[in-house]
RNA sequence: GCCGAAGUGGCGGAAUUGGUAGACGCAGUGGACUCAAAAUCCACCGAAGUUCGCUUCGUAAGGGUUCAAGUCCCUUCUUCGGUACCA
């Protein structure tokens, strides 16, 4: 038999269409897997990366599903999305059209590689049937008081002509367009996703299963930080600022307000017009600074004083650069001595420095703390208060709660607790998303749209010129007649914004097991069975975003009462990217094709200067991508999967390397080998004695399916493959003539390739065919190893004097700890080392080694 | 800077609770088969030495714990990822 895996996978195609072995079945009683992957946006073609992703996921779904679970494992679409609209400006396709083509044809690639989906349960969310439960709840959450709208300086992309959020902003540029942000003032709105902060942070401490660096990521974004607001004094007026160390606040030697902070103006020196103007000068000056990048400190004394609630001291007031408006107050105590740019800012500026913890360690003299002060070296570390008048001598983290507590007492500051978190801005001025329905009559109030009234569909009378919304050139969208109670017609105007697309990712899975309901979201009971999802798969790069999303719109649709989890995700895998070689020309500032450069790959073919050469994510920009149909039509799906998940444990990055799809190629035939020897080949002599290599057989198999089994469970498949490999190997090695040998070694077959199957799906259907010709090799049952087959009767003892390996002895298992030393003993190479040294200690661990300890 | 992850042959990577370092694959070397080549099969494949039995060294660097360390502890270095004026 040659291995024709074109035919083979056509053939298997074919099948799974027709007889819909993964159709998902909604079912409460049988136990449920819910394995999902994050799902792509149709961008035209599948590529490496989304390749590794779902073969990830499916080996864990077709696992689970050989283990007798009611496996959930759906595909669907993220539809929505800028390049869509991209392609109708330029090329006049509506984004519709652009969308379902891509959709078609992502999903056909798909097919090509048996991933085990149902894709009749599929999400699309530019599917009205999806996009209007996404206003549904917005509309719901409107009603709980967490959407609003106000007026903002957002970052405003001006070559996609849009707002985007602030992780869309990467060093001060787009994230897709790669345009330089500007600063603009738009009404936007807004989702509440702060009043779940402190949940979002406390609620990752149950995600055992979810990898430490997200968690983390995820409590960074969050950035709780815990302090007070004290109330500082401008003439008889309060002036509160933010700390979280009121320990140091005898320290505070200037105070710093924020250049955009609102009420800047009220702080400057009474009747100062030239100062005022100069005020204006500077703050028209930072207006320019790109927040990203770095810059000095700087700031303008206002010639007025702050008086400390401590000690009623004047401190000096400053504008700066540096000071972040939308952060605690806006306003800040500069405590040079304590912390790092406080200090560089009081060199800059001529201001004191005053101690207000001393080094514990050095308790008689204030050395360290000043000597590291003068270089320039804040001391943020713990220690005693010095110049704090009633605190001295108490330690610091005591002295910043008593001095809390004091300042509470006479009303001069509370406790806070603040949050880098920000709310969630949903608002896109662009057509391709779902629209936000809500309606505004003429003196500027919103009123939500009817639920009856959903959904609030696109219309298809748009212009695509490239510029602004093109929601607004659609007068049958933007025109709205309603009837009042009082039966007049009333003209209002339909908000033209529509929603963020981390809206539609952020309930998808949700929807997944009810996909048809036309009357709720979902159905609350199958979705308190299949959620939360058992194991989600998709790449680092969401994090924060939609990872976070997701996590809070679950936790919402909670509170609604419409699920019972508090969280979405059980188990979090994000795998790492696929990379290969790529050759970049840094004086051409361009990248080459492996297929462009000539035998020498260092140098730019071109100028023929040297080229950059780096090890970066797969991508058409970087020109060291592959063709996934050159790679189908070379090798087939089976080997592509099998590279992919061999090559690296899936958490890593994967190095691209055509080589290693011939080494699994190789392996597969070797498999198709075994088949045929044991199927076809094998002559039965009955006299035969196969005794030893049946004993053999069954060792490596069950040592195989063990080993494989536990491999899949800590998604390791890099060695699950590597265990099939080997049990090839040593299998092909084997001879069967009796018809019972014959008979043991196809039951093995028959186990190996149930097995293999969820890594190499196509092949193992095919072999398989030969144990059950209707049914599928999906739909079979796992194998369990058999326990007593593990123990081998003999083993390998290693034999050490003092740690160092100097002999290997064979024995039956078990041996008792004297045996094992008078047969070590007496090995050759053991006498050479042992000499006339005397024998202090024997370490025995059975089975495994006996370390003989020597003295001279 | 801070937070997180990681450093093992020529390469991708194994080594589950400390117990034979380098499984499996790629590349390479030698041989068989062949008129020849490809494919396939067999053998070798960390370094140095060797009387071919072995010996010494070797998991980023340096120390430590232990009968025994890639694995545990301390210090340092490097790489990657995230984040950055959050008071």
Redesign the pocket.
């Given at each position: 038999m040659i291995y024709d895996f074109k035919s083979i996978e056509k053939k298997w195609k074919d099948k799974i269409q027709l007889e819909k072995p993964f159709a998902f079945k909604k079912e409460l009683k049988r136990d449920k897997y819910y394995c999902l992957e994050m799902y792509p946006y149709p961008s035209g073609n599948l590529h490496m990366g989304h390749i590794r992703n779902y073969s990830i996921g499916d080996v864990t779904a077709r696992y689970k599903k050989l283990q007798g679970f009611n496996v959930l494992h759906p595909i669907g679409w993220d539809a929505f999305g800028l390049p869509a609209e991209n392609a109708a400006i330029q090329n006049k396709v509506p984004p519709a059209k652009w969308t379902f083509e891509n959709i078609a044809n992502m999903r056909r690639e798909l097919k090509d590689f048996a991933f085990s989906y149902d894709y009749e349960n599929e999400v699309c969310t530019a599917d009205p049937s999806y996009y209007q439960w996404g206003q549904w709840f917005f509309l719901k959450m409107n009603e709980r008081g967490l959407v609003y709208k106000k007026k903002a300086t957002v970052n405003w992309d001006p070559i996609d002509k849009t707002v985007l959020a602030?992780?869309q902003v990467?060093e001060g540029r787009a994230w897709r367009s790669g345009a330089v942000v500007e600063k603009r003032q738009i009404e936007q709105w807004y989702i509440k996703i702060t009043d779940y902060a402190e949940e979002l942070l406390s609620g990752l401490d149950k995600l055992v299963d979810w990898?430490?660096?997200v968690k983390?990521?995820q409590?960074?974004?969050i950035?709780k930080?815990e302090?007070a607001i004290v109330n500082f004094k401008f003439g008889d007026d309060d002036f509160p600022?933010?700390?979280?160390?009121t320990d140091?606040i005898f320290a505070a030697t200037f105070m710093?307000i924020?250049f955009d902070h609102q009420d800047l103006e009220s702080y400057v020196e009474k009747g100062n017009n030239e100062l005022l103007d100069k005020v204006r000068k500077f703050r028209e000056k930072c207006q320019k600074?790109n927040?990203?990048s770095?810059?000095?400190?700087e700031g303008l004394f206002l010639n007025s004083y702050i008086t400390s609630p401590v000690n009623q001291k004047k401190i000096p007031l400053y504008v700066t650069?540096?000071?972040?408006?939308?952060?605690?107050?806006?306003?800040?105590?500069?405590?040079p001595a304590h912390?790092?740019?406080?200090l560089k800012f009081a060199q800059k500026y001529s201001l004191p420095v005053t101690i207000a913890v001393k080094n514990a360690e050095e308790p008689t003299q204030n050395q360290s703390v000043a000597q590291s002060v003068a270089q320039s070296v804040a001391y943020k570390g713990d220690g005693i208060l010095v110049n704090s008048g009633p605190y001295n001598g108490l330690n610091n983290q005591v002295a910043k709660k008593k001095i809390i507590e004091d300042l509470v007492e006479k009303k001069l500051a509370r406790k806070v607790v603040?949050?880098?978190l920000k709310d969630w801005l949903i608002s896109r001025q662009r057509y391709w998303g779902n629209p936000i329905p809500m309606l505004r009559d003429a003196s500027g109030k919103y009123y939500p749209e009817s639920f009856a009234n959903l959904p609030v569909s696109l219309p298809q009378d748009v212009e695509f010129s490239g510029f602004g919304n093109p929601l607004e050139t659609s007068k049958s969208f933007r025109e709205v007649l309603v009837k009042s109670e009082a039966g007049q017609e009333k003209k209002l105007l339909r908000e033209t914004d529509t929603m963020d697309t981390f809206t539609c990712s952020s309930w998808y899975f949700l929807r997944y097991v009810d996909v048809n309901n036309q009357v709720s979201p979902f159905d609350k009971k199958l979705v308190d069975h299949y959620l939360p999802v058992n194991h989600y798969v998709g790449g680092?790069?969401h994090?924060?975003m939609h990872l976070l999303y997701a996590r809070f719109f679950h936790k919402v649709v909670r509170d609604m009462g419409l699920v019972n989890s508090d969280e979405p995700f059980t188990k979090l895998t994000t795998q790492?990217m696929v990379v290969s070689q790529s050759y970049f020309s840094p004086s051409l500032g361009k990248y080459f094709h492996l297929s462009e450069l000539g035998d020498d790959r260092k140098t730019c073919p071109v100028t023929k200067t040297p080229l950059v050469i780096k090890k970066e994510k797969m991508s058409k920009s970087k020109r060291n991508g592959v063709e996934l149909k050159e790679m189908l039509d070379k090798y087939g799906a089976d080997s592509i999967r099998l590279?992919i998940l061999?090559?690296?444990?899936v958490?890593?990055?994967?190095?691209w390397?055509e080589?290693?799809i011939?080494?699994?190629?190789?392996?597969i035939?070797?498999v198709i080998?075994w088949f045929t020897k044991i199927t076809q080949e094998a002559t039965s002599s009955v006299e035969a004695n196969d005794d030893d290599e049946i004993k053999r057989l069954s060792f490596l198999i069950n040592q195989t399916i063990?080993?494989v089994d536990?491999?899949i469970k800590?998604l390791?498949f890099?060695?699950a493959?590597?265990?099939m490999?080997?049990f090839?190997?040593e299998v092909?090695?084997l001879h069967f003539s009796s018809v019972g040998g014959i008979k043991e070694a196809q039951k093995a077959l028959r186990q190996f390739l149930i097995l293999l199957s969820p890594f190499a799906p196509f092949i193992s259907e095919e072999l398989f065919e030969f144990f059950n010709s209707n049914g599928f090799v999906a739909e079979q049952k796992w194998p369990e190893h058999q326990g007593e087959w593990l123990k081998a009767d003999k083993?390998?003892?290693?034999v050490?004097i003092?740690?160092?390996?100097?002999?290997?002895v064979t024995l039956p298992i078990d041996q008792d700890e004297e045996v094992v030393f008078q047969l070590a003993k007496s090995e050759?190479?053991v006498v050479?080392?042992l000499g006339d040294k005397t024998i202090v200690?024997k370490?025995y661990?059975p089975n495994?080694?006996i370390?003989l300890?020597v003295k001279k």
């Open positions: 602030r992780e990467h990898p430490e660096r983390t990521m409590r960074n974004w950035g930080s302090g600022i933010f700390t979280t160390r140091t710093a924020a600074i927040q990203d770095e810059y000095e400190k650069n540096f000071v972040l408006a939308e952060y605690g107050t806006g306003c800040v105590m500069g405590c912390d790092e740019r406080d603040n949050y880098k680092i790069e994090a924060c790492g590279f061999f090559a690296a444990p958490e890593k990055d994967l190095e390397n080589k290693g011939e080494g699994c190629s190789r392996f035939l070797k080998k063990y080993k536990k491999d800590r390791r890099n060695t493959i590597s265990h490999m080997t090839i190997n092909n090695h083993v390998d003892l290693v050490q003092n740690g160092k390996l100097r002999a290997k050759k190479n050479k080392h200690k370490i661990v495994k080694l370390n300890v």
